[in-house]
């Protein structure tokens, strides 16, 4: 089976860039998503296919994926980017999660 | 705008077979794959499977010999059944679309819309 894996958490001071990777063999071959989970909440897709923002997601929020790792950035990291991110891959035909990542703004 | 809710027991004794619908406003639940995910308590997210509205499915295989899902596009709903419930199956359950694609067509597609969530709890 395919894995995922994410450091469990992340911390950034308010204002500076934060950055959450996602490491897989060979996952650049792949297409990456990531989901922000605030807490009670449903899961929210904020980059897909590595790169790409839905509408309504702030364009500090961007995405990048070659080699082993994907990684998403957020620049000018704000209080309210407090959240677990999971990164998401497919394997075949079956969806991936990575195990998330909780992000700390202090 | 699309909306998903789930509805279902929240209390499933072990043994049984867990049954949730996800029902679909603002959209139709034709030339989509649905899906549904679910988060132990304290956990992180598990795929459990998905369906096109032609009937393909894809599930997780670890809970793949458990797992039936049916999609009624008539009346814009999906469902999840899972056999043989455990405390282990305890979890909030999500319910979403896949959006942007076809699964195993062309650039993936990935989960867009997501209901609130409803926790099962397996326990007697």
């Known amino acids: 089976s395919y894995d995922l894996t994410q450091p469990p958490s992340v911390s950034v001071s308010p204002g500076q860039t934060a950055s959450i990777t996602c490491s897989g063999d060979k996952l650049g071959d792949r297409f990456v998503s990531w989901y922000h989970q605030r807490p009670g909440q449903s899961p929210v897709v904020v980059i897909y296919q590595d790169d790409k923002r839905p509408s309504g997601i702030p364009e500090r929020f961007s995405g990048s994926n070659s080699g082993n790792t994907a990684t998403l950035t957020i620049s000018g990291t704000q209080p309210l980017d407090e959240a677990d991110y999971y990164c998401q891959a497919w394997d075949n035909n079956y969806v991936i999660f990575g195990g998330g990542t909780k992000l700390t703004v202090l | 705008h699309v909306q998903l809710q789930e509805s279902g027991p929240g209390l499933v004794k072990p043994s049984e077979t867990l049954s949730l619908t996800c029902t679909v406003s603002?959209?139709?639940?034709?030339?989509?794959?649905w899906s549904w995910i679910r988060q132990p308590p304290g956990k992180g997210l598990e795929w459990i499977g998905y369906m096109y509205d032609s009937g393909r499915t894809s599930y997780n295989p670890s809970l793949k010999s458990r797992v039936t899902m049916s999609v009624d596009t008539s009346n814009d709903q999906f469902s999840l059944k899972l056999k043989y419930a455990t405390a282990a199956d305890t979890a909030v359950y999500y319910c979403?679309?896949?959006?942007?694609?076809?699964?195993?067509?062309?650039?993936?597609?990935?989960?867009?819309?997501w209901g609130q969530g409803t926790l099962v709890t397996v326990s007697s």
């Open positions: 979403a679309r896949l959006g942007g694609g076809i699964a195993g067509v062309g650039a993936p597609p990935y989960f867009d819309f």
């Open positions: 603002g959209g139709s639940t034709t030339n989509f794959d």
